[in-house]
């Protein structure tokens, strides 16, 4: 039992009061609400006082119709979603064409409303949204068409960057709001996860319950529930995420830094086994495919890593860590390009061919960049402000070449 006179005795010593507070915060600060009428006077009670009942009002004020927006964003992704059911509509023609505009315009249109922004740029964002939908549905189909398999792929990149475009308001030229952007998608991935796996048992115990009585409810439940319910899962996370931050801003910080030296760790085992295996990227085109993939998902943490690091001071093992990180990746992107290269070389250019010549170009780039502003960082104590700039700044080069491979490759290669 916590005494009042434990909590007075250290007003004068933060540390010893600090330990009161983290060996029971309910009991702690049930005892200091009792006493404060006592010792209101001093600076360090007021404060304390602050901390233990402030109330989060604005959040509260906003959110309730923050949240009737976000449930008719839902409703409208959904009805994207279902678009090929009214309409009667081929299903694999609509998803491959149109997957990223089920949630991505909705994403973009919470934060423009969030942000407030201006007329003009409101109509700069949906008229290039319509110039997409316009675009990537009127490109000619055919059965086998890898211009058209990667301007799908690659527009899905554009309109990520046209939400972080959204997400920055008016300082979409900010290093450290872009940072911020690269945190949200962190956290957001993190969200939509544990959201998935309870909407997983939800549906699960609902659907088996219904059988349990006989009645077979599980066409209907995935026709309409979890169609509907999938788009929702990226805009309910965004909504929690910006109203109560202190749900994921402890566990992604957390998973970025197991998952670093684990992933590390996996990779230096890796490289050594693949020059052992009958696999090989220079001959084998579905296993260059994975390798690609591989160095994605590699880039990705490296960039979820740091933009998590910067939420406090990053250690220099760390530092060390994302820095041995970013130099196997390098090595596994220019296993990749070289292989790219090789079959170029030996076989002639194709639109797959020169998609992904560029796009390991433009990472190893990238790449270089982080690894030499982590190597300062290391080396000359320069802070990772740096390495932020090295990444934030590069962003747009993605969608350059993005917007090379959606709408000039298709038109060189003749569309096929």
């Not at 070389?345 to 560029?358: D, K, Q, S």
Request: glycine share 4%; hydrophobic share 50%.
């Amino acid at each position: 039992m916590m005494t009042k006179e434990q909590i007075i005795q250290q007003l004068d010593n933060p540390k010893e009061l600090e330990a009161l507070y983290r060996q029971n915060k309910a009991e702690f600060r049930k005892t200091f609400n009792l006493i404060y009428s006592e010792i209101q006077s001093t600076t360090v009670a007021q404060i304390w006082f602050e901390r233990l009942n402030f109330k989060y009002e604005a959040v509260k004020t906003n959110s309730k119709s923050q949240l009737l927006f976000v449930i008719v964003l839902a409703f409208l992704a959904g009805f994207v979603a279902k678009l090929p059911d009214i309409f009667n509509l081929r299903p694999d023609f609509f998803y491959q064409r149109n997957i990223g505009f089920i949630v991505f315009p909705f994403l973009i249109a919470f934060f423009s409303q969030k942000n407030k922004d201006s007329l003009l740029k409101l109509i700069l964002m949906l008229a290039s949204l319509a110039v997409f939908v316009v675009y990537i549905n009127l490109l000619p189909e055919k059965s086998s068409s890898d211009t058209l398999i990667l301007a799908c792929a690659h527009l899905q990149l554009i309109l990520w960057l046209l939400l972080g475009f959204s997400f920055t308001g008016n300082e979409f030229k900010n290093h450290e709001t872009r940072m911020n952007f690269l945190r949200y998608n962190g956290d957001l991935i993190v969200m939509s996860v544990i959201i998935l796996l309870a909407g997983s048992l939800f549906s699960s115990i609902t659907i088996g319950l219904f059988s349990i009585i006989g009645i077979d409810i599980s066409e209907v439940y995935t026709k309409y529930v979890i169609v509907w319910g999938l788009p929702a899962v990226p805009l309910i996370a965004t909504y929690l995420i910006q109203n109560n931050p202190q749900l994921v801003n402890k566990v992604s910080p957390i998973i970025a830094k197991v998952f670093t030296p684990l992933v590390l760790v996996t990779l230096c085992i890796y490289l050594p086994a693949l020059l052992t295996s009958d696999k090989d990227p220079y001959q084998d085109r579905e296993f260059l495919i994975i390798f690609n993939v591989l160095l994605i998902g590699v880039l990705a943490l490296i960039f979820f890593s740091i933009s998590e690091h910067t939420k406090s001071d990053v250690s220099k093992t760390n530092l060390i860590l994302l820095f041995l990180l970013t130099a196997i990746t390098v090595i596994i992107n220019s296993i990749a390009l070289s292989a790219i290269i090789f079959r170029i070389t030996e076989w002639g250019i194709t639109p797959n061919r020169l998609a992904v010549m560029g796009g390991n170009l433009v990472i190893l780039i990238n790449l270089l960049l982080i690894g030499f502003g982590l190597y300062r960082s290391v080396t000359k104590n320069d802070g990772i402000e740096i390495v932020e700039k090295r990444i934030t700044g590069y962003l747009p080069l993605y969608g350059l070449w993005a917007g090379i491979v959606t709408f000039l490759l298709p038109i060189l290669f003749k569309f096929t």
